[in-house]
Nanobody, 117 residues
Framework: VQLQASGGGLVQAGGSLRLSCKAI????????MGWYRQAPGKQREMVAT???????NYADSAKGRFTISRDNAKNTLYLQMNSLKSEDTAVYYC????????????WGKGTQVTVSS
């Protein structure tokens, strides 16, 4: 089982990036999924989650700027990030969530997002 995140990079403040996470080896459509991030010296934090029924939830810092989505036909999770700020700089991880909101069952490898001011 793999969660393969991609799409990170260096972008100027105010710019946009779209992260992708390809799920391999799981029945993707059945699972709630999420994006988390970890900045240097800080704890990993939730950015956005999406249920298998397409209900989404966002951290306050992401509301109005980020959009989580999924394409079950492609087994892929997305995070569209607009109006990026320097404080969005972090390693971003996709995650397969545990049933019933009981945390994370599986982490993908992270992808670095760096926002220059």
């Amino acid at each position: 089982v793999q969660l393969q995140a991609s799409g990170g990079g260096l972008v100027q403040a105010g710019g946009s990036l779209r992260l992708s996470c390809k799920a391999i080896g799981i029945n993707f459509k059945n699972y709630d999924m999420g994006w988390y991030r970890q900045a240097p010296g800080k704890q990993r934090e939730m950015v956005a989650t999406i249920t298998n029924q397409n209900n989404s939830n966002y951290a306050d810092s992401a509301k109005g700027r980020f959009t989580i989505s999924r394409d079950n036909a492609k087994n892929t999770l997305y995070l569209q990030m607009n109006s990026l700020k320097s404080e969005d700089t972090a390693v971003y991880y996709c995650a397969q969530l545990a049933t019933g909101g009981a945390g994370v069952d599986r982490w993908g490898k992270g992808t670095q997002v760096t926002v220059s001011s």
